[in-house]
């Protein structure tokens, strides 16, 4: 599976697609990135005159980078015909940098475990300057959606 089918099988599309490429994937972990769009809706309430990335989005690139996306790619021989469904079970995400419109960030995931269908990863964030955002855990369960 290229990187490119990895991210057209996300189940996710603009305004909610948080993922640009995939750099590097393998059975141990994923890399890749994304720019914050500046024009993005939530910037006009957070903060008043002082536009800063709200952290449940720079955990959603977290999420949508560091499991789906590897999630998909563990997946590939079930997903062939079919789409696949995430449900988040936890997060435990520290930050410690503030992220602004038109920074590009980087993901790096390590998986921890894949089994029973559950997906836990090592997931950290970095802007372009390799300075460190945020990490954390974020574990999910991992699961093509049944067709009926």
């Excluded at 995939?22 to 309430?45: C, M, R, S």
């Excluded at 696949?84 to 993901?107: C, D, H, N, R």
Aim: charged share 25%; proline share 5%.
């Amino acid at each position: 599976m290229t990187n490119e089918q990895i991210i057209d099988k996300l189940p996710y599309q603009p305004p909610f697609l948080f993922v640009d490429e995939i750099t590097e994937v393998d059975q141990k972990g994923i890399k890749g990135n994304y720019t914050l769009q500046p024009e993005a809706h939530f910037y006009e309430g957070h903060f008043k005159n002082n536009p800063i990335t709200p952290g449940v989005i720079l955990t959603e690139i977290m999420a949508q980078i560091g499991l789906v996306c590897l999630g998909i790619f563990l997946f590939e021989d079930e997903l062939v015909d079919s789409s696949i469904g995430v449900a988040m079970s936890s997060t435990a995400i520290e930050f410690y940098k503030y992220v602004l419109p038109g920074e590009k960030v980087y993901v790096v995931s390590e998986k921890e475990y894949f089994r029973f269908h559950k997906l836990k990863c090592k997931v950290t964030l970095y802007n372009e300057k390799d300075v460190l955002i945020a990490r954390g855990i974020i574990a999910g369960m991992i699961k093509p959606w049944e067709n009926e």
